[in-house]
């Protein structure tokens, strides 16, 4: 399985903004997709988490309310869906899957909040 991010950009503080994760390989063998991003001298981090089946969805603390997950079953692109950006919501957001024979990671999209 192969994952490549896109969407990422430059916004203010308050904007929205709409990443997306194309998948590719097989597939079938995702079990579940999430967002983390990782800022400048900080650790990575989850920001979402989806389950394969649209079972459940799990949110950082940090971006509940203001950020959705999704995934498009039929061809398993992930979206996030962020909404009321903050300054902090800046970094390099990367996408996950967690397939049968191990965890795949894309190279990444920067996301940059201004006031």
């Known amino acids: 399985v192969q994952v ?7 916004v203010q503080a308050g904007d929205s903004m709409n990443l997306s994760c194309t998948s590719s390989g097989t597939t079938f063998t995702i079990n579940a997709m999430g967002w983390y991003r990782q800022a400048p001298g900080k ?3 989850l920001v979402a988490l989806i389950t394969s089946g649209r079972e459940h ?14 995934i498009d079953n039929s061809d398993y692109t992930l979206y996030l869906q962020m909404n009321n950006l903050k300054l902090e919501d800046t ?4 996408c996950h899957a967690a397939t049968w024979t191990g965890l795949v990671w894309g190279q990444g999209t920067q996301v940059t909040v201004s006031p």
């Not at 490549?4 to 430059?10: D, T």
């Open 43 to 45: 650790e990575r981090e």
């Open 57 to 70: 969805t799990t949110y950082a603390d940090s971006v509940k309310g203001r950020f959705t997950i999704s």
């Open 4 to 10: 490549v991010e896109s969407g990422g950009g430059s």
């Open 91 to 94: 970094a390099e957001y990367f």
